[in-house]
């Protein structure tokens, strides 16, 4: 199953380590089968609130995600960013292809009590 990084990141003033960090990010994922899905990108917000960006990485699996998470090359830039930037970053697995809420819906019903 596809497995997800996404970040929803605050606004923050540009400063080089950011810039830096952003040069260096693609070299860190992409050993991992990873690419960026969202980055950048203008968003429209239909409910709610969502102050700042978001940011989604797909990765091949979970496995793949946190590997690149948990590694030297990632772990040596994040500074670059969380010392500028708040937010709330997870890895998410996706759901498998051919996924049918339908059947997830009729299940979660027959959990539901008698009326």
Same mark, same amino acid.
């Given at each position: 199953?596809?497995?997800?990084?996404?970040?929803? !990141?605050?606004?923050?003033? /540009?400063?080089?380590?950011?810039?830096?960090?952003?040069?260096?990010?693609?070299?860190?994922?992409?050993?991992?089968?990873?690419?960026?899905?969202?980055? &950048?990108?203008?968003?429209?917000?239909?409910?709610?609130?969502?102050?700042?960006?978001?940011?989604?990485?797909?990765?091949? &699996?979970?496995?793949?995600?946190?590997?690149?998470? $948990?590694?030297?090359?990632?772990?040596?830039?994040?500074? /670059?960013?969380?010392?500028?930037?708040?937010? $709330?970053?997870?890895?998410?697995? &996706?759901?498998?292809? &051919?996924? $049918?809420?339908?059947?997830?819906?009729?299940? /979660?019903?027959?959990? !539901?009590?008698?009326?």
């Amino acid at each position: 199953m596809p497995a997800y990084a996404i970040a929803h !990141l605050q606004e923050a003033t /540009l400063v080089p380590e950011i810039v830096e960090y952003i040069e260096r990010i693609t070299a860190t994922f992409e050993p991992y089968g990873g690419r960026f899905l969202v980055h &950048g990108a203008q968003r429209e917000v239909k409910e709610g609130s969502w102050p700042g960006h978001v940011v989604v990485i797909g990765f091949p &699996g979970i496995a793949e995600a946190r590997a690149w998470w $948990d590694s030297a090359a990632y772990q040596e830039i994040a500074p /670059l960013r969380s010392r500028y930037i708040e937010g $709330d970053i997870i890895l998410v697995e &996706g759901v498998p292809e &051919g996924y $049918d809420a339908t059947a997830t819906a009729k299940a /979660l019903r027959e959990t !539901l009590p008698a009326e």
